[in-house]
């Protein structure tokens, strides 16, 4: 089991940028994919994007190709996600996520074993 912080989420204006951190321990973080997930009040919790790895292979949704990025520091066992212009419609609980099995790659909800507290993004219109 991996453990997971997320941090820099708030309350931005529609256009702004933020950056999340999630600060991963607990086991051999360079060996899974990781990924970022969302979810709104009365929403599922969707997939945002999916790093493998070694950073190499990427999944973004639909909605925020182009807007947001996602990236990987082995060294320091995080994982960002840099969100630019932002909007309403982004606001949402932003979840970290590890996948249960090593180097594989994968986006679906089901396949990822461990969670952080989640992070709060409020953007305003």
């Known amino acids: 089991q991996v453990q997971l912080v997320e941090s820099g989420g708030g309350l931005v204006q529609a256009g702004d940028s933020l950056r999340l951190s999630c600060a991963a321990s607990?086991?051999?973080?360079?060996?899974?994919?990781m990924g970022w997930f969302r979810q709104a009040p009365g929403k599922e919790r969707d997939v945002v994007a999916v790093?493998?790895?070694?950073?190499?292979?990427?999944y973004y949704a639909d909605s925020v190709k182009g807007r947001f990025t996602i990236s990987r520091d082995n060294a320091k066992n995080t994982v960002y996600l840099q969100m630019n212009s932002l909007k309403a419609e982004d606001t949402a609980v932003y979840y970290c996520?590890?996948?249960?099995?090593?180097?594989?790659?994968?986006?679906?909800?089901?396949?990822?074993?461990?969670w952080g507290q989640g992070t709060q993004v409020t953007v305003s219109s």
């Open positions: 790093i493998s790895w070694s950073g190499g292979t990427f």
């Open positions: 996520a590890a996948r249960k099995i090593p180097l594989v790659f994968g986006t679906h909800y089901y396949e990822f074993g461990s």
């Open positions: 607990g086991r051999t973080f360079s060996n899974y994919a």
